[in-house]
């Protein structure tokens, strides 16, 4: 069965502070792997995408890498703000007609002022 | 460029009932997925639409069906609404080979 686990499932930094989420999946065939944005009650922004081909993606402070033999992505967040709070969900898409993505439970991430 | 736009944002539902949801695409895209997000979960993928075709779909009953339009906006219908069907519905529009999700903010079904 093909699964994205995401952990932690809450975390709480001082502003300022580097961090780093985690995912994994249990299929590594995968076709490109997201990270996405929610905020409370809200759609999802696309933070990164990256094809099977890449190794990392970056745009700004963050930063995805991607490891397929391992099965795991990490999106690494530089110098928190408060405005980052949200929460971070992966999702994996795989080889397949239809590329619909699987997604992990989320990290909540919450950056005290 | 516009972005994904979804009515309506709230419903309220009873069991029983039937429920259509909608959903108008980003300019230039031409692929429209469904998912839905019950509370503190992630999305689940429900279907996929490409040129008016289902392309795909996730672990959901007939009762979940769905239709592209040529101007790429599309809906979702729901019938024999179940107490389980209350959640948040996305839609996400893409340009197939791309899959570059664009998410809407989402239509909150409550069924009571």
């Known amino acids: ?113 | 460029e516009t972005g994904v736009t979804q009515s309506p944002t709230h419903l309220i539902k009873t069991r029983g009932q039937q429920v259509t949801l909608r959903c108008s695409s980003q300019s230039g895209h031409n692929t429209v997925s469904w998912y839905q997000q019950a509370l503190g979960q992630g999305p689940q993928f429900i279907f996929q639409y490409y040129r008016e075709e289902e392309n795909g779909r996730g672990n959901f009953p007939p009762r979940f069906s769905g239709l592209q339009f040529p101007n790429y906006s599309s809906e979702l219908n729901v019938n024999a609404l179940e107490l389980d069907d209350s959640a948040l519905y996305l839609c996400a529009s893409s340009f197939k080979g791309t899959e570059k999700l664009f998410f809407g903010s989402g239509t909150q079904l409550s069924v009571l």
Not at chain 1, 36 to 43: E, S, Y
Not at chain 1, 58 to 72: E, M, P, Q
Not at chain 1, 73 to 89: C, E, M, N, V
């Open chain 1, 1 to 113: 069965k093909q699964e994205v686990t995401q952990i932690p499932a809450a975390l709480s930094v001082p502003e300022g502070e580097n961090l780093v989420l985690n995912c994994s999946f249990t299929d590594s065939a995968i076709y490109n792997l997201q990270w996405f944005r929610q905020d409370p009650g809200k759609g999802l922004t696309s933070l990164l995408l990256i094809q099977s081909s890449q190794r990392e993606q970056t745009s700004g402070r963050l930063n995805a890498s991607l490891d397929k033999s391992s099965g795991r992505s990490t999106l690494y967040i530089a110098a928190s703000q408060p405005g980052d709070s949200a929460t971070y969900l992966c999702a994996v898409a795989y080889t397949s007609g239809t590329y619909k993505y699987i997604f992990g439970t989320g990290t909540r991430l919450k950056v005290l002022a």
